[in-house]
């Protein structure tokens, strides 16, 4: 059983290790448990992040996590890897379970992140990274006069394929069923753009390429035929995961799954409790806005910390 610390921050993305940064330089001493596996989050299997403030020529996902590790160390936070494979939120003291030990602490900021949900198909995972992408903000610079295929039907595709219209050449719009889901408006915006094309009524059987993305096997649901679609890059927007397997039987969630929030404050719906980043926010899901709510949490834990000494 270790000392009671301060503050233990889960998850060690922009906004955790945001948080920490702050935090340690407010003396908080703050522990980051990172993760055993995905410590750094997202970023760690993105390349080139061109919109982060600060690198005019960009910097590779892992170089910026490693920095604001760094950082965060720098100012005195201590970093753990290892996953936490437990939480108990409630009451004056916070208990956080390792593999082989427990933290106890005074408050917990929750940097946990989200997934993109896949759709677990050969040659998805293969091409990952290589014309297989989740974020259009993220990467769709990178597919200049490109045709593309964005896979989903609700807002966030319909979002998606809009922005790529500003560097691909073609977008193809591919749904499982005969309409969208998406928003009248978002829905409009799509019709009227002369550069977006739909293929109704089909699923991805598999992602076709080796060394990149040469097309998407479709599967027509009505009459079961299967086609390649030709593309050079496929945008899979389908949903997200946020990852709250720790806390949904302890927090307030919204109806999406994600932790609620005392917007425009951190707090959860436990005392002392705080959340950021990802698993927060279902809208933006951007390095520097999980960064900024990183921020927030780690000066709402503060002054709470100093309430109550």
């Known amino acids: ?27 908080f001493k703050p522990v980051v448990v990172a993760g055993a596996i995905d410590a750094g989050g997202a970023l760690m299997t993105t390349t080139l992040v061109e919109n982060f403030p600060g690198f005019p020529s960009g910097i590779d996902g892992p170089d910026l996590m490693a920095n604001l590790q760094a950082q965060a160390e720098a100012f ?14 409630e009451g004056s003291i916070k208990r956080i379970h390792l593999d082989n030990s427990i933290l106890e602490t005074q408050s917990v900021i929750l940097a946990t992140g989200s997934a993109y949900k896949h759709l677990n198909v ?43 219209t500003r560097f691909a050449s073609k977008v193809t719009i591919v749904h499982r069923r005969d309409q969208l889901r998406a928003s009248k408006v978002m829905q409009d915006r799509a019709f009227a ?78 005392d002392g409790v705080f959340a950021c ?13 999980a960064a900024g709510s990183g921020c927030k949490a780690a000066l709402d834990a503060g002054r709470w910390l100093e309430e109550q000494a």
Request: charged share 25%; net charge negative; glycine share 10%.
């Open 1 to 27: 059983m270790s000392d009671l610390h301060q503050l233990v921050i889960v998850g060690s993305g922009p906004a955790g290790y945001t948080s920490a940064i702050y935090a340690a330089r407010a003396g």
């Open 76 to 89: 005195g936070t201590e970093v753990i890897f290892e996953d936490a494979n437990k939480l108990e939120l």
């Open 122 to 164: 050969p040659g998805e995972d293969l091409l990952s990274g290589r014309g297989v992408s989740y974020c259009a903000t993220c990467d769709g610079f990178f597919f200049k006069e490109k045709h593309l295929a964005v896979i989903g039907g609700g807002d966030s595709a319909i979002e998606e394929a809009t922005f790529l």
């Open 193 to 270: 753009n002369d550069k977006i094309d739909f293929v109704w009524n089909s699923i991805v059987e598999s992602i076709e390429g080796s060394d990149s993305v040469t097309g998407v096997k479709l599967r027509d649901t009505e009459t079961d035929e299967t086609s390649v679609l030709p593309v050079d890059g496929v945008f899979v927007a389908i949903g997200h995961l946020p990852r709250t397997d720790l806390v949904k039987d302890q927090l307030q969630l919204t109806p999406d799954g994600y932790i609620s929030v005392d917007e425009p404050r951190t707090g959860t719906s436990l």
């Open 277 to 289: 980043g990802d698993v927060v926010d279902h809208i933006y899901r951007q390095a520097i806005t």
